[in-house]
């Protein structure tokens, strides 16, 4: 029997969802109206499981990204320069073909040289730059198509590069307060890794020429050395395929959900990409609903902006609440996704008709907290992380060491 989802309201105007077992559309609205419930939304579930098509434009969305690679600064920069000149009476073929000129970043050289080739022909702006999705994202697009309509490209590519240096910025300081783990965590990877194949093999060969018993915790860490040397090749390939098997899985709608949430689950680390999801979340929304964006069109805008499956489906899940006649604050209160500062902050901006203005104050007050945690994190990580390092090496030489006092009994022997 077919399942529909429904969206309705009782006589005293709770609103209520869920789902309803029916034979057909007619006989769902039926089932409901002898609930005395009335209908806003009714829909058939569906119950096609397809995974293939989104894998397919993850995919090719990610190779293409690979390729046209453009680091943020360098996009940047080109916004900056193309706002002023722009602003300073040059059009926009003409600030492309300097821009082009001065470049220095091949990739990015070849692809102001097809958007001035376009312009050239005719197209709009926002539609040329449409054309390389893997270096401008929807929301650059977006805000673009937006001044083009609205008269004030000027104004919307500044607010663009203001925006998009902000965001540099923090994502500066964010993978700068994880460089620091990262390298310490592959130096003791690196230093493991030439013990147990190259140090303990060396020390297995002096420990059987001498012939006396090793204590336990040497013999165990000589036959993990020698497990290493002889299955070097097969760890690494194996590694391989387990990272390419783990980033092809996160391709699919269930695999990126599950990544994501288990990101938002790491200690501290995880609470610095939430609050910069917040981050870029309400700064997203201040600019688009400040440039005369429509609400929905929004929404859709930042379920990609976030950049996480999880928030992606609960920006969704709001988008589909306020097309039912929800206000955007309850909306996104509902999901359980966003924290009640930035919901009180969001119903407070609908009372008064500044919705864009406090979104941005939003913005400023989860970057502040992002800067604060970051910089917090660099001064109790760095010590941490030394300690764990040592205490690791101090491990492995004691535990080789060990048997060293007990050469005078081998040599005696």
Do not use: C
Request: hydrophobic share 45%; charged share 20%.
């Amino acid at each position: 029997m077919p399942q529909f989802l429904y969206i309705a309201r009782s006589p005293d105007g709770k609103r209520n969802q869920g789902s309803i077992d029916a034979d057909n559309l007619t006989s769902a609205m039926e089932i409901l109206s002898s609930r005395n419930l009335s209908v806003i939304k009714l829909d058939e579930k569906d119950i096609t499981f397809d995974f293939i098509n989104p894998f397919i434009e993850r995919f090719n969305f990610s190779v293409e990204r690979m390729k046209t690679r453009i680091p943020l600064s360098t996009l940047v920069f080109f916004t900056r320069q193309i706002s002023t000149m722009f602003s300073s009476g040059l059009t926009i073929e003409k600030s492309l073909h300097f821009l082009a000129l001065e470049e220095k970043n091949k990739k990015f050289k070849r692809v102001i040289d097809d958007i001035e080739n376009n312009v050239k022909r005719g197209l709009l702006f926002s539609d040329a730059l449409s054309r390389h999705p893997g270096v401008f994202s929807n929301l650059y697009i977006s805000l673009v198509k937006a001044g083009e309509v609205s008269g004030k490209l000027y104004e919307t590519l500044d607010e663009l590069a203001i925006y998009l240096e902000t965001v540099n910025d923090t994502q500066r300081k964010v993978t700068s307060a994880m460089y620091y783990p990262v390298f310490i965590i592959g130096f003791l990877f690196v230093m493991l890794l030439v013990t147990f194949t190259w140090l303990i093999p060396r020390f297995s060969q002096v420990y059987d020429a001498l012939g006396s018993e090793l204590p336990y915790y040497t013999v165990l860490l000589v036959n993990i050395g020698e497990w290493f040397q002889h299955n070097i090749l097969f760890i690494f390939i194996l590694t391989a395929i387990i990272m390419i098997s783990l980033w092809f899985v996160s391709l699919t709608d269930v695999g990126a959900l599950m990544k994501d949430k288990l990101i938002l689950k790491l200690p501290i680390f995880g609470k610095i990409i939430e609050q910069n999801i917040y981050s870029k979340f309400s700064k997203t929304f201040g600019i688009l609903i400040g440039s005369g964006v429509q609400v929905l069109a929004t929404m859709k805008l930042l379920s990609k902006v976030v950049d996480n499956r999880a928030y992606e489906l609960a920006i969704n899940e709001a988008s589909h609440e306020i097309e039912n006649g929800l206000n955007i604050s309850n909306a996104l209160k509902d999901t359980n996704r966003f924290p009640p500062i930035m919901i009180q902050l969001l119903n407070t901006g609908e009372e008064t008709g500044e919705i864009d203005n406090l979104a941005l104050k939003a913005a400023e007050f989860y970057t502040k907290q992002v800067n604060a945690t970051i910089d917090r994190l660099t001064s109790i990580i760095e010590p941490a992380l030394v300690v764990i390092v040592g205490g690791v090496i101090a491990a492995i030489v004691v535990v080789t060491y060990l048997p060293i006092f007990h050469f005078g009994e081998a040599i005696g022997n």
